[in-house]
């Protein structure tokens, strides 16, 4: 009998990092894909992303609807408490051999939730990474503990899980998955994207994606404001946005977005989704890319271009020297970007080695989903990182 691998998504950005994995578990003849789609991807708000999940010829077997209305953390949990109850029914529809799931988001957190209720072995993507300023930090480490088969991005990420108290043979070091896109589409010329954007490139240009900073107090508009101020006295730049996601507080984000938009048509766009192949093919031609986005982290460093990370949301991962760390506040980031475009830093980045790029990293992941004994998975022993505790200052 095939194994049944279901893999969920619920975000834009989630999708377009899972797309190789689902191509390669469709196209396996003992395999089963079975997909089902939650969060933003059934807004309408958002743009209805699950269109383009489907004009990629993949069928989805499950929509699980979470009513995102609201962006206030009551609105989140009343959306969380929709998922679970939304998850457990589609687990029991569907029966997988084992859920996939990838990230830190707090659909993501509800579909694991119900699947360890459901006795359902789960696959996580990504977990050991770190990004403090956000509560998808504490989500992200709890996946990782319901979770029984662990893909890190990086040899570090791996440690930390197993630190975590998961089994060594459990956890592998494969690699970003969104990488593979890059390897493996084939990315649109300068002339055919201007098209698809409806859109001139100028003289200078910027991707940037700012995201809520959730574990602070109600910050993120103001830091926001301070980027679209220092953006603004900018000479021949050209800026093309893609706005925020469902987290609390993103929709004023997003206001800002519009707001910004309306008063520089001339040299501003921007794009609730532009899909992976335009987003990727967007980073080719920009100078850099700003905000606080893992993508920045993760992505930009494979086309040789720089990265101005703002504020605390993705503090504790792995850099390389393309990413110019900065707080949100007008100074720094007037000194950020003096960096990015001296000759120095220019240069530098034709050097750059992505440490997130090993190399068909969704092919090694549906070869171990394929090859693993699922029979007993479900019972895990805590593993014991061996240390002395006078090692560790507890005072």
């Given at each position: 009998?095939?194994k049944k691998?279901?893999?969920?998504?619920?975000?834009?950005?989630?999708?377009?990092?899972?797309?190789?994995?689902l191509?390669q578990?469709?196209?396996?003849?003992d395999?089963?894909?079975?997909?089902?789609?939650?969060g933003?991807?059934?807004?309408?708000?958002?743009?209805?992303t699950y269109k383009?999940?489907?004009?990629?010829g993949?069928?989805?077997?499950e929509?699980?609807?979470?009513g995102?209305c609201?962006?206030?953390?009551?609105g989140?949990a009343e959306?969380?408490?929709?998922?679970?109850?939304?998850f457990?029914?589609?687990?029991?529809?569907l029966?997988?051999?084992?859920?996939?799931v990838?990230?830190?988001?707090f659909?993501?957190f509800?579909?694991v939730a119900a699947?360890a209720i459901?006795?359902?072995p789960i696959?996580?993507l990504?977990?050991g990474?770190?990004?403090e300023g956000?509560?998808?930090?504490a989500?992200r480490?709890s996946?990782t503990?319901?979770s029984?088969?662990?893909?890190?991005?990086a040899?570090?990420y791996r440690k930390r899980?197993?630190?975590?108290?998961?089994a060594?043979?459990?956890v592998?070091?494969?690699g970003?998955?969104?990488l593979?896109n890059?390897?493996e589409?084939?990315l649109?010329?300068k002339?055919d994207l201007?098209?698809?954007?409806n859109?001139?490139?100028?003289?200078?240009n910027?991707?940037?994606t700012?995201?809520?900073?959730?574990?602070e107090?109600n910050t993120?508009?103001e830091?926001?404001?301070?980027?679209?101020?220092?953006?603004s006295?900018?000479e021949e730049?050209?800026?093309?946005?893609?706005?925020s996601n469902?987290?609390?507080?993103?929709?004023?984000?997003?206001?800002?977005?519009?707001d910004y938009?309306?008063?520089n048509?001339?040299t501003?766009?921007?794009?609730?989704?532009?899909?992976?192949l335009?987003?990727l093919s967007?980073?080719?031609?920009?100078d850099?890319?700003?905000g606080?986005?893992s993508?920045g982290i993760?992505?930009?460093p494979?086309?040789?271009?720089?990265?101005?990370n703002?504020?605390?949301?993705?503090?504790g991962?792995?850099?390389v020297e393309s990413i110019i760390d900065?707080?949100p506040?007008k100074e720094?980031?007037k000194k950020?970007?003096?960096r990015?475009?001296?000759?120095?830093f220019?240069?530098?980045?034709?050097g750059?080695?992505?440490p997130?790029?090993q190399g068909?990293?969704a092919k090694k992941?549906k070869e171990?989903?394929k090859?693993?004994?699922?029979?007993?998975?479900?019972?895990?022993s805590?593993?014991?990182?061996?240390?002395?505790?006078?090692?560790i200052?507890?005072?």
């Amino acid at each position: 009998m095939k194994k049944k691998i279901c893999v969920i998504t619920g975000s834009r950005a989630e999708y377009g990092l899972l797309r190789p994995l689902l191509e390669q578990i469709g196209a396996d003849p003992d395999l089963t894909l079975q997909l089902m789609v939650t969060g933003t991807h059934l807004s309408q708000e958002y743009g209805l992303t699950y269109k383009e999940i489907e004009n990629d010829g993949f069928d989805i077997d499950e929509k699980i609807d979470i009513g995102l209305c609201s962006d206030t953390p009551v609105g989140i949990a009343e959306s969380m408490s929709l998922a679970i109850s939304g998850f457990a029914k589609g687990y029991e529809s569907l029966r997988p051999d084992v859920v996939v799931v990838l990230g830190d988001r707090f659909e993501i957190f509800t579909a694991v939730a119900a699947a360890a209720i459901s006795r359902i072995p789960i696959a996580h993507l990504h977990g050991g990474e770190s990004t403090e300023g956000v509560v998808d930090e504490a989500f992200r480490h709890s996946i990782t503990k319901m979770s029984h088969l662990h893909f890190t991005s990086a040899q570090e990420y791996r440690k930390r899980v197993i630190q975590l108290g998961e089994a060594p043979d459990r956890v592998f070091n494969v690699g970003a998955i969104g990488l593979d896109n890059i390897r493996e589409l084939k990315l649109l010329s300068k002339e055919d994207l201007e098209k698809e954007l409806n859109y001139k490139f100028g003289k200078k240009n910027l991707l940037v994606t700012f995201h809520p900073v959730t574990l602070e107090d109600n910050t993120s508009q103001e830091q926001f404001q301070i980027l679209l101020d220092t953006l603004s006295g900018m000479e021949e730049t050209n800026i093309i946005f893609t706005k925020s996601n469902a987290d609390a507080g993103g929709r004023a984000i997003n206001k800002m977005i519009d707001d910004y938009v309306s008063c520089n048509p001339e040299t501003t766009i921007c794009f609730t989704s532009m899909g992976q192949l335009r987003y990727l093919s967007t980073l080719q031609f920009v100078d850099a890319m700003v905000g606080n986005s893992s993508s920045g982290i993760a992505e930009a460093p494979s086309f040789k271009v720089g990265t101005i990370n703002i504020g605390d949301r993705q503090k504790g991962r792995i850099k390389v020297e393309s990413i110019i760390d900065c707080q949100p506040l007008k100074e720094d980031l007037k000194k950020a970007f003096d960096r990015l475009y001296s000759q120095g830093f220019q240069k530098s980045l034709k050097g750059i080695i992505n440490p997130y790029d090993q190399g068909g990293t969704a092919k090694k992941i549906k070869e171990t989903l394929k090859s693993y004994d699922l029979c007993n998975i479900l019972k895990k022993s805590f593993f014991d990182v061996k240390f002395d505790i006078g090692d560790i200052n507890v005072t």
